[in-house]
């Protein structure tokens, strides 16, 4: 079991920026690919960025991509996400996920997962 601590939400106006990280609680850190979800009010938990074990590959949902940047720094047991050019359709809970092997978009395959943070956009 991994546990995940989420930081770096708050409030932002539209064009600005936020960077969220996330710190996890393991030896074996490099093991988890690591995913960040997020989940507005009535809305289904919908997938945002993921980073190979290592950082060598990484996925942005098409929708995010060009303005988030997912990345690790495996000696400190942290993972980041950059997020640029906000929207207020980017307003959020964002958590961050770990799972063994290989990175992936689907919630489901992930099972740790952090509290998460509030991210919220005013116009």
């Known amino acids: 079991q991994v546990q995940l601590v989420e930081s770096g939400g708050g409030l932002v106006q539209a064009g600005g920026s936020l960077r969220l990280s996330c710190a996890a609680s393991?030896?074996?850190?490099?093991?988890?690919?690591v995913g960040w979800f997020r989940q507005a009010p009535g809305e289904e938990r919908e997938f945002v960025a993921a980073?190979?074990?290592?950082?060598?590959?990484?996925s942005v949902a098409d929708s995010m991509k060009g303005r988030f940047t997912i990345s690790r720094d495996n000696a400190k047991n942290t993972v980041h996400l950059q997020m640029n050019s906000l929207k207020p359709e980017d307003t959020a809970v964002y958590y961050c996920?770990?799972?063994?092997?290989?990175?992936?978009?689907?919630?489901?395959?992930?099972?740790?997962w952090g509290q998460g943070t509030q991210v919220t956009v005013s116009s």
């Open positions: 996920a770990a799972k063994w092997g290989l990175r992936s978009r689907a919630a489901n395959e992930y099972d740790n």
């Open positions: 393991t030896r074996t850190f490099s093991t988890y690919a």
């Open positions: 980073v190979s074990r290592f950082g060598s590959s990484t």
